[in-house]
């Protein structure tokens, strides 16, 4: 079973606006993992988290965790056009390999 | 740099044929992830190496489907026979290490007739 739930499904936005989605888990984590995914192509690694971080800044991206809650959000400042993709996120739990969520779909209007 | 290479990139084939997928790592890469993608069932995890061996393949949904990986630089996923429930986007992803960020390719686009 999956191990992540991003939430919402879908998130529409405009332009310059902060777009913010949320990822849930179930079991402990080593480490959390947001990536990109353009249509059509494969997904992009963003940003990883460690379980004893609880914020973390790439560019325009601010990602938190709540290990007590099991949960984590991606911040994306002054939305662009060009950020409309679907976004997951991805637990390592200690089995070496990462968990996906079901992915946000993300549409930054022009 | 070369990301992950994977080919073909389409491949459209009649039922009951044999599928080969190919993939080709980033150099220096010890781990190795197959993934197959579908709107209703989402980014599942085939199979996974670590330096060239299979580790766990629990995900791998029937016999139909095997994986190898003879070298660092070469992975393959066969489909034989195939069956349209095969019908998604496969990706391949390599990664430094076990649980590090993976880095994926463009994936192959399978539709069985």
């Known amino acids: 079973s999956q191990q992540g739930e991003e939430d919402p499904q879908a998130l529409s936005i405009q332009e310059g606006e902060n777009a913010t989605m949320n990822c849930s888990y179930k079991?402990?984590?080593?480490?959390l993992q947001w990536y990109r995914q353009n249509s059509g192509r494969g997904l992009v690694h963003l940003i990883l988290?460690?379980?004893?971080?609880r914020e973390k800044h790439s560019g325009r991206l601010r990602v938190t965790l709540d290990t007590s809650k099991k949960s984590s959000s991606l911040l994306i400042t002054a939305s662009r056009a060009a950020d409309t993709a679907s976004y997951f996120c991805a637990t390592e739990t200690g089995a070496n390999n990462l968990f996906f969520g079901t992915g946000t779909r993300l549409t930054v209007i022009p | 740099d070369a990301g992950v290479i994977q080919s073909p990139r389409h491949e459209v084939t009649e039922m009951g044929q044999e599928v080969t997928l190919r993939c080709k790592p980033i150099s220096g890469h010890n781990s190795l992830f197959w993934y197959r993608q579908t709107m209703m069932r989402g980014l599942e995890l085939l199979i996974y190496f670590n330096n060239n061996v299979p580790i766990d393949d629990s995900g791998m949904p029937e016999d139909r489907f095997s994986a190898k990986m003879p070298n660092a630089s070469f992975s393959t996923l066969k489909i034989q026979p195939s069956e349209p429930r095969d019908s998604a986007v496969y990706f391949c992803?390599?990664?430094?290490?076990?649980?590090?960020?993976?880095?994926f390719g463009d994936g192959t686009r399978l539709s069985i007739l």
């Open positions: 988290i460690r379980s004893n971080e």
């Open positions: 079991t402990s984590i080593n480490n």
């Open positions: 992803a390599s990664s430094l290490a076990l649980g590090q960020p993976q880095h």
